[in-house]
């Protein structure tokens, strides 16, 4: 088991499998890099054979790892409440930055719901992304108050420079673009947020301006 | 179970409390028609053709038959000029995304109530999918497997039938869902995904 | 850092309250900064951040306090700070204005007058937030503290009489004599239905089946409303009073405030309240000795409109999807996991201590005979002073619109105004005496709604409203029930079909059937209303959609498929600012020659008429755009003084 941390998104997670120089990273599927030292220098076959001989001798106990026991943290403190389980999603979406289908399937074993409900519910609020999102979020307000001032121009302006879609990601994974509707920044129209920042009162040029500071 | 009497159509149906106006009805032998009610599900209320129009203290309302309790003395009118053309559009409305090749009951339906299919039909531009989202197989499928194989995913326009092949092996070939689809989508009998996959509905392939 | 100390009997708290007084100084110094959401989208906290090490700098840490309050009702004036105990109000502040600031009003106690408020009408500087014309004619009850104390402070709320109306409730009345109170009051929902709160009370007070639940709906789904996020970011204690008192009268142990996904900061000043109040003993086993239980949870949204409805907020908080069911049998009687819950708007529950406290009589001395109390509205769109205004129920909309609002922005003709949200429907001009209560909105085929205030300009066109909300709609709809999903998707396409030029007289008849059938036949209040947007600027602005319909023009030039920009060759100075903006560089000409644009390339973005200072490009709709200059025009030079 190696300790892995991503150069691209900052995750890190112990990594069990069997390859020695590469490992996908399971938050934003780039090939993170095995640093050599903490390959073992022993060859492939052999390590492997270590491996089993170890696993076969002690006796571990049966502990969650991986997303199981991210899921598995967040299920107890709810207390196994299957009434919980938007509070749970938001939490992993929150921390996680998706929602794989792996983790779905896990919560609907902790939890006990049925896997179509689980899926139901994820896909039916928009908070929730089924698909690896970029590294930075940002939501453009088309609120009444901010489209009466002008939020689609912004919308526009943002989807040229960064050559993204709506609810798309740019190819670099720097940034994910949606809409949403009313952050109740109203009086400020248009309002843009990236991330946990609000920006509001944006005009054409302020565009580039905000965006420069995310690269 | 307390009798009470009520009235529809201007004649006097006798009931117990806690059954809902349809029910009153088809024990009455009086005809509402439905798309996605079936007696042994509870009632669903999705498709709103089974509404009928109430006089309540004073006020008519127009309310699904299948969800609403039937109360002593209520009034009800099965059939009006104002009821049957706002079935007609339902019908109509629900061909917009079903498209026009629709059999089973809703054909029946369409014919009975003089509707035409294609009316709002040329507004959109997607491919028409047989289905009017009533919801009856999913729902039956709870009932015979609580972890079903097929569910609902999506909001609004987007709101589909997917597979979760992770369950597909939970699928016992019972074939309700074949027998309860009132508009001939599910027409195969047989193991096969009856409706697209999940992973494929989200990824935009289907 | 706060002392924590369990109140556990009716003297401890009111010896606490008295203690907290008699400890004010009423000539300690303090620099309060206004820290929500709007003021932190415009810099606020840098502000702070700048006074910390200016008063650091200039030895003053520890003689001056400083404090985050929320916000008082000036956003468009945002960042705010005020000075005690002088109460001088500053307004868009910028972090460079601190040490000016700290130097001058503190140390020297001047007034810097380029960050007094400025009318923009009359150009006056105002001195005191009374003189200010737009605050003159409010009545600020439910937001009075707003702008004044901390909102994670239980101390400021409780040194502001907050809780006393808890303490009269619990020693001094019967759950019953409650109700009564309400009811004489004539509290009607602030939700947007308008729903006299007592009869919702009785209901599920009279209902047979325990545990009964208390909700608080903060969901706000409503594009251009903000003021329940404000009420509950800047005094969430108000809002958990009425919430205990609410749940005394009914008899519920459990309540729940659910709070929408975009409000983060909202939630976390909520669960801060909560936790303090527990701290304190007014929350929790035994409130305060009075053998009175009652505990609150928060809950967050996750992105659904449709969850803002009363029976899908339930299911919500269930864990399942918001999809609402058919209310023929109330939520108040069978509404959470089948039990008897009441659920009531953020205002509603704010309103209650004000109530309590000051008695019925007074409540309904405020206000029409119909609507007691005041309304909080949330004035937004194309008017000079935006932000949260609290009137009394009955000041007409064009006092709100040009006494308070100071009148549409750039000198521009008023055209609609838009209050309910989706819900609601579009007013014109020749209604702008209209009194504001329940009632006299729902006349005109409006509502009154949450209370968002939308006003739009001769800039706006119509059509393109209405296709905004049912585009909201189509988007937001749960999709359960036909006419509401298939209904909205016709009717989005076909007013996009206007939009664009394609539409034809017929498709005006489908839509009329469509809209009788979801009024009648739809589920929910979503579908039911689905269609009063559209019905309203067909009623008041049909010479818009007929010009649409036939003439293929915008009126308001506002929908792009049917205007064109053009370049007027008298007017260009060829300054090259409008070339450099355009996205597709459908822009000719040079440093000394005539601009023009090639219209085949054109997508009518509008980056050029934003960019262009000489007022030289101009928008025509169904008229022939004139031929392009000749190529090597030079440009008119304008004498300096235009």
């Given amino acids: 088991m190696v300790e892995l941390a991503c150069q691209h998104c900052d995750y890190e997670w112990d990594y069990q499998g069997e390859n020695e120089y590469y490992a996908t990273c399971p938050r934003c599927r780039y090939k993170v890099r095995i640093p050599e030292d903490k390959v073992s220098r022993v060859g492939h076959k052999k390590l492997s054979l270590e491996i089993k001989k170890k696993t076969l001798t002690e006796k571990r106990p049966a502990k969650l790892r991986g997303i199981a026991a991210i899921v598995n943290k967040l299920v107890q403190d709810a207390q196994y409440d299957k009434g919980m389980l938007i509070q749970i999603l938001l939490k992993l979406q929150r921390s996680f930055g998706w929602l794989p289908k792996e983790m779905l399937i896990e919560i609907s074993k902790q939890l006990e719901i049925p896997l179509s409900q689980v899926y139901q519910v994820a896909t039916f609020y928009k908070a929730f992304s089924l698909a690896p999102r970029g590294r930075h979020l940002i939501r453009v307000c088309m609120g009444t108050s901010c489209k009466v001032r002008g939020s689609g121009t912004i919308l526009e302006r943002v989807q040229n420079r960064l050559s993204v879609d709506k609810d798309g990601t740019t190819l670099d994974g720097k940034f994910s673009l949606e809409t949403v509707n009313c952050v109740g920044c109203c009086a400020l129209g248009p309002v843009m947020t990236v991330d946990d920042d609000y920006h509001g009162n944006l005009k054409l040029p302020d565009v580039e301006r905000v965006l420069s500071k995310y690269q | 179970m307390k009798n009470l009497t009520l009235r529809i159509d201007d004649k006097d149906i006798p009931a117990n409390e806690g059954m809902t106006i349809l029910e009153a009805a088809k024990n009455a032998k009086i005809e509402i028609p439905t798309l996605c009610h079936n007696d042994e599900l509870e009632p669903y209320g999705a498709c709103r053709i089974c509404s009928v129009e109430i006089e309540r203290k004073g006020r008519t309302q127009l309310v699904a038959s299948c969800c609403y309790p039937v109360e002593e003395g209520l009034k009800v009118k099965t059939r009006s000029h104002k009821i049957d053309k706002i079935r007609k559009t339902i019908i109509e409305l629900a061909a917009v995304s079903a498209g026009i090749d629709v059999t089973g009951r809703m054909r029946e339906l369409a014919s009975e109530y003089n509707a035409d299919l294609s009316r709002f039909r040329s507004n959109v531009k997607t491919e028409p999918t047989k289905c009017i989202l009533c919801g009856l197989c999913v729902r039956r499928c709870i009932e015979a497997t609580w972890d079903t194989a097929i569910g609902f995913i999506g ?37 096969d995904p009856k409706f697209p996959e999940v992973d494929d509905i989200l990824a935009g392939r289907e | ?47 702070v951040e700048t006074f910390k090490t200016e008063l650091e700098k200039q030895g003053l840490k520890g003689k001056v306090q400083l404090k985050n309050t929320g916000c008082s009702g000036f956003c468009e004036q945002s960042p705010a700070v005020t000075i005690y105990p002088e109460e001088i109000y500053y307004f868009k502040v910028k972090p460079e204005d601190v040490p000016e600031i700290v130097t001058k009003t503190i140390k020297e106690k001047t007034i810097i007058e380029k960050l007094l408020y400025k009318d923009l009408a009359t150009g006056k500087r105002s001195r005191k937030l009374q003189d200010i014309p737009s605050y003159k004619h409010q009545l600020r009850l439910l937001t009075k503290n707003s702008g004044k104390i901390d909102p994670r402070s239980i101390e400021d709320y409780i040194s502001a009489d907050g809780y006393s109306a808890l303490e009269k409730t619990l020693f001094e009345m019967k759950p019953d004599q409650v109700v009564e109170e309400i009811k004489k009051a004539n509290l009607r929902g602030r939700g947007g239905g308008g729903f006299p709160t007592w009869i919702k009370w009785e209901t599920t007070r009279n209902a047979k089946d325990e545990p009964k639940y208390v909700i608080v709906n903060c969901d706000e789904g409503d594009p251009g409303a903000f003021m329940d996020r404000s009420l509950v970011e800047d005094n969430p204690h108000s809002v958990l009073e009425g919430l205990i008192i609410g749940a005394y009268a009914i008899g519920a142990h459990q309540g729940y405030v659910y709070i929408r996904e975009e409000y983060p900061i909202a939630a976390e000043n909520i669960s801060v309240a909560i936790k303090q109040a527990e701290d304190f003993g007014l929350l929790g086993d035994n409130i305060m000795g009075s053998g009175f239980n009652f505990r609150v949870k928060v809950h967050r949204g996750a992105g659904a409109f449709v969850s803002g409805e009363s029976s899908a907020l339930m299911t919500a908080i269930e864990g399942k999807i918001g999809e609402p069911r058919p209310k023929y049998v109330h939520t108040a009687v069978k509404g959470l996991w089948g039990k008897p819950s009441c659920l009531n708007n953020v205002k509603t529950w704010a309103t209650i201590p004000l109530i309590v406290l000051k008695g019925a009589e007074w409540f309904k001395s405020v206000g029409t005979e119909g609507s ?40 521009k003709r008023f055209k609609a105004v838009q209050t309910g949200g989706p819900s609601g429907g579009f007013i014109p001009e020749k209604y702008l005496d209209l009194p504001v209560d329940f009632d006299e909105l729902s006349k005109v085929g409006s509502m009154m709604g949450s209370g968002g205030m939308v006003v739009m300009d001769e800039d706006t066109c119509m059509v393109d409203a209405a296709r905004y909300f049912v585009d909201f709609l189509h988007d937001e709809s749960c999709g359960k029930c036909i006419p509401c ?40 209040a979503l579908g039911k209303t689905a269609a009063n947007p559209v019905l309203t600027s067909l009623k008041y602005f049909k010479d818009e959609w007929d010009d649409h319909i036939r003439n293929k023009r915008c009126t308001a030039k506002a929908c792009r498929a049917l205007i064109k920009y053009y370049i007027d060759p008298q007017k260009c100075q060829a300054c090259m600012l409008c070339l450099k903006e355009c996205p597709v560089t459908a822009i000719e000409g040079g440093k000394d020659q005539v601009h023009s644009i090639e219209q085949e390339k054109c997508t009518k973005c509008g980056a050029c008429y934003e960019a262009c200072k000489f007022d030289a490009i101009r928008k025509l709709s169904a008229e022939p755009v004139p031929p392009p200059p000749p190529k090597g025009m030079k440009p008119i030079r304008k004498r300096k003084n235009k």
């Fill in chain 2, 155 to 191: 909001r609004g326009v987007t709101r589909k039938i997917a597979t979760f092949p992770e369950k597909v092996s939970v699928c016992t070939n019972c074939n309700h869902c074949y027998s309860v689809c009132p508009t001939g989508r599910i027409s195969s009998i047989g193991a």
């Fill in chain 3, 1 to 47: 850092m706060q002392k924590v100390r369990r109140l556990s009997s009716l003297r401890d708290l009111e010896e606490f309250r008295q203690g907290i007084k008699k400890n004010k100084d009423p000539r300690q110094r303090i620099v309060a900064v206004s820290v929500s959401t709007c003021c932190v989208a415009l810099g606020a906290l840098k502000v």
């Fill in chain 3, 372 to 411: 007691s109390g005041t309304a909080i509205f949330s004035l937004v769109g194309k008017v000079n002073s935006t932000g949260l205004v609290e009137v009394p129920m009955g000041t007409t909309l064009g006092d709100l619109i040009f006494n308070i609002g100071g009148g549409i922005k750039g000198g």
């Fill in chain 3, 485 to 524: 999903r298939e209904g909205l998707q016709v009717l989005s396409n076909t007013i996009k079909d206007i939009c664009e030029g394609k539409g034809k007289d017929e498709d005006m008849l489908g839509i009329q059937d469509i809209v009788t059938t979801m009024e009648e036949a739809s589920l929910c």
